[in-house]
């Protein structure tokens, strides 16, 4: 049986959880091949892609990792390891539940941003780069492991507040 399985969401195809997941669980790795900055030429390359380091991106692989939906509530998290990223759980995740991620917890670029529609109570309305995200919410997903070193790099929050 699949982990994962391709499902309808109100806004097109989404990926659904198969079973329970415990928080931390790995829930997929992104598959794509590596692209630079100067190779996301299409907007269907843009959209799918993600980006892992601050040139470099995993563009679509025709896979379940090009069919996850964003949320300002996510239930999922990318750690990455050099090029590598991984989808794990950030909190208990049930069957037939919707997986999701922040975007903004990879993006670094400040040339796409996206009007949200996730209708989640803590909806920001726009999905930006990290560095954008209230104070808060950055400090929460850095606690949680999910925000890459090339962010962390060029972030000026108090460390001592983390």
Known sequence: MQSLILGQSEHGKAVFANRNFKK????????????TKEQLTTPDIVNHSLQVNTNTYLGPSSDLDDFLNHSCDPNSGVKMKKNQAILVAMRTIKKSEEITLDY???MDEDEWELDCRCKTKNCRKKIRDFKYLPKEIQRNYIRLGIVPQYILENLTLDRQQI
Do not use: A, H, P
């Not at 931390?24 to 692209?35: D, P, Q, V």
């Open 24 to 35: 931390g669980n790995k829930l997929l790795e992104f598959k794509g091949g590596l692209l």
């Open 104 to 106: 903004s917890t990879t």
